[in-house]
């Protein structure tokens, strides 16, 4: 908990130091026009600088933009409200606490930036109105909430200032760089999956779902990346939807290659030598994707000169038995070649500053990104909140004590801040910790530095020490949780005004609260919002099954894709956990291997209504859907499923069977595709289907 060996191991840069520089000048910019200004509240427009701050500029003006929105909405709401429920301080506790809470379940919705809009316009509210009850004999309320939105509004507009025109550090190539090594992963990840580089062994199998997991995690990191780059002038300024565009076709790419994986396990373990001309045909094909010249819109569907030449030759030489299994990898590296020149085309694009999209691609782009969302956390996370705020008001209420409302101020904010995190009760003990720590910083401060200090240049000069130390903390995640708490605690610790004057019983009465506000926090997070990781993947995989579910009942179009979409996203959220269950470790491995066949649950739909709707098949199918609808809604509520599974394989081997009865042969083939893929990759039965 005293992070003393990160610490001790801690070698700032030089880029980290001309963040932390940059930082402290915007702040104590700030903080002068503030005095100049005679602002009531200096400590929130430096205050908000650090908040804001982050080596990447357009993720501190995003951010910034954010903040302003979020608290020009709080200041609303507390204009709006506080003079119609101050008098009835019950009524009132009871509506700000419901107010975060939903506005902090609104927020948890959202990985990107603009989830800070819904979290400032909660927190904000109690701040301002907390503040105006404290000081009602003093100040109005109109005053309080203006003063507050202008504060916080001069601290954005001197970090955008500082950080944009100094030294600027973008996103953008750190964006272009993950994006890059992604389209590079995906094609070498292709060459080992098709050349056998490890040995086909049921662990290497799941060493290929796991490194197709990571590529889930980073493109759904990208993704919430790209949202930043509307706010910097770099090479991808405004590139942020087609980029996002691209991002989803790459998802398609990493189902493509769970399914070629997965065929290939089906047909080693009937026999291996149709590998000799496997990687023959590799050759053709790396040399076609490996081709740098660009690609024409005209292009997109164009495949390898020799690739039906080498599937026929692989189909002479393989087992009469490994035949269907062969067809479906035909399918799914069809796809594969198709959906990377589709990338390739929009990533061109991109770098030559064209932001369109290719004609023949479906943008799965919605107003609002079609990503994973845990809709239960996020109401754990708004209950929590709730609740933090109903008892720390109330004891403030209930005992009297004038400086209780620091006590409740802190407990809304840190409620709010850390929520997002599966487990927020170790970061908020650190930030309590930290807060400790502050409180004697601000008293070393008060009490032995600033007596000395008479203009504000020797102010800036005393503060700058501590406050660039907690600055070059900050890109640091093991060690941020720390710089932020001690910098704001310090700040908002110290109080500063044109005409200072510590006032003892004040001090450490707010130093008081500002630790016991906290602390109410952790333990009602700890009862109700807290996490391990293995309980997070186990609701996210219960999600998952209901995914799988809904995929039954979803035409292909870009509503399905943008389904799978999200169902991708979600695999790359489980992979971003760390778990101890190696039997949840495997789900997590199987859950992708599941997602890349959903495609074969709307082809089942598909081939149903090519066929006449008397055709005995048809009712068989339905009857087959309604089986994997039970399975999956089994594995979703944790119930046995291994009767439903058995019931799933015998319908599954039914209609293999009376595939030989159908006059369509094109319908035959694909349907005894989608069953073989459907057994093998949703029920993990790896035998193949032979009706010869």
Request: charged content about 15%.
């Amino acid at each position: 908990m005293l992070l003393a060996r990160q610490l001790l191991a801690f070698r700032p840069t030089r880029l980290d130091w001309i963040f932390a520089i940059k930082t402290y000048v915007a702040g104590i910019l700030a903080l002068y026009i503030a005095f100049s200004l005679d602002l009531a509240y200096p400590i929130w427009a430096i205050g908000t600088v650090f908040i804001i701050a982050n080596p990447y500029s357009g993720m501190a003006s995003s951010k910034s933009l954010y903040r302003v929105l979020g608290t020009l909405i709080g200041a609303i709401v507390s204009i709006a409200v506080t003079p119609f429920l101050i008098n009835t301080p019950w009524l009132f506790t009871f509506f700000l606490a419901a107010w975060v809470g939903v506005c902090l379940y609104i927020s948890m919705l959202d990985r990107t930036s603009r989830s800070y809009v819904f979290m400032l316009a909660g927190y904000t509210v109690v701040i301002i109105s907390y503040n105006i009850i404290y000081l009602a004999d003093t100040v109005s309320i109109f005053d309080m909430a203006i003063g507050r939105f202008l504060e916080i509004t001069l601290g954005v507009v001197c970090s955008a200032v500082i950080s944009t025109c100094f030294f600027p550090l973008h996103i953008g190539p750190a964006v272009e760089t993950r994006v890059s090594q992604a389209i590079q992963d995906t094609k070498l990840l292709f060459d080992q999956i098709l050349l056998g580089e490890q040995l086909q062994k049921e662990k290497q199998h799941y060493d290929y779902t796991q490194l197709l997991g990571n590529i889930t995690r980073d493109t759904s990191e990208i993704h919430v990346m790209a949202v930043h780059l509307s706010y910097e002038k770099s090479a991808l300024q405004g590139m942020t939807k087609p980029l996002q565009e691209m991002l989803h076709q790459l998802t398609l790419l990493v189902a493509n290659l769970v399914a070629i994986s997965e065929r290939m396990k089906q047909l080693d373990q009937i026999d291996m030598t149709y590998r000799a001309d496997l990687t023959q045909m590799h050759v053709h094909i790396a040399e076609f994707l490996h081709d740098d010249h660009g690609i024409q819109e005209h292009q997109l569907n164009d495949l390898p000169k020799q690739f039906e030449r080498d599937f026929n030759l692989l189909m002479d030489s393989a087992r009469p038995e490994q035949r269907l299994a062969l067809q479906s990898l035909k399918m799914d590296i069809r796809h594969f070649i198709q959906n990377v020149r589709a990338v390739k085309l929009i990533w061109q694009r991109i770098q030559n500053g064209d932001d369109s999209l290719p004609k023949s691609i479906t943008p799965l782009t919605t107003p609002y990104p079609s990503l994973h969302r845990d809709h239960g956390v996020a109401v754990r996370g708004g209950i929590s909140a709730f609740l933090v705020i109903l008892i720390a008001t109330s004891f403030w209420i209930l005992s009297g004590w004038k400086s209780g409302f620091m006590m409740a101020v802190m407990a809304a904010i840190s409620a709010c801040i850390l929520t997002a995190m599966d487990n927020p009760v170790p970061a908020l003990k650190l930030f309590i910790r930290a807060t400790i720590y502050a409180a004697v910083i601000v008293f070393i401060y008060a009490y032995g530095i600033f007596p000395h200090v008479s203009s504000f240049w020797e102010l800036a000069v005393v503060l700058a020490p501590f406050i660039i130390f907690c600055l070059l903390l900050f890109p640091y995640p093991p060690l941020a949780g720390l710089g932020l708490p001690l910098i704001m605690g310090m700040i908002m610790g110290l109080n500063l005004h044109n005409t200072y004057a510590l006032d003892q019983v004040a001090f450490f009465d707010s130093a008081i609260g500002t630790v016991i506000g906290p602390i109410i926090s952790v333990y009602i997070i700890q009862m109700v919002r807290s996490m391990s990781p293995d309980m997070t993947v186990q609701r996210i995989l219960s999600l998952h099954y209901k995914a799988v579910r809904n995929a039954l009942y979803l035409p292909y179009g870009v509503d399905f894709k943008r389904h799978l979409r999200s169902m991708l996203d979600r695999i790359g959220v489980l992979n971003s956990k760390l778990v101890q269950s190696e039997n949840l470790k495997q789900e997590m491995n199987l859950a992708l291997i599941e997602t890349s066949a959903v495609v074969d649950l709307t082809r089942l739909q598909e081939l149903a209504e090519q066929l006449s709707g008397l055709h005995p098949l048809v009712s068989s199918i339905g009857n087959l859907q309604q089986l994997l609808d039970e399975y999956f809604r089994a594995k979703e509520m944790q119930q046995p499923q291994l009767d439903i599974l058995a019931q799933v394989l015998k319908q599954i081997q039914r209609l293999q069977e009376a595939t030989g009865q159908l006059e369509n042969i094109d319908i035959a083939q694909r349907l005894n595709i989608s069953l073989n893929n459907i057994r093998s990759s949703l029920c993990h039965q790896s035998t193949v289907y032979s009706a010869e």
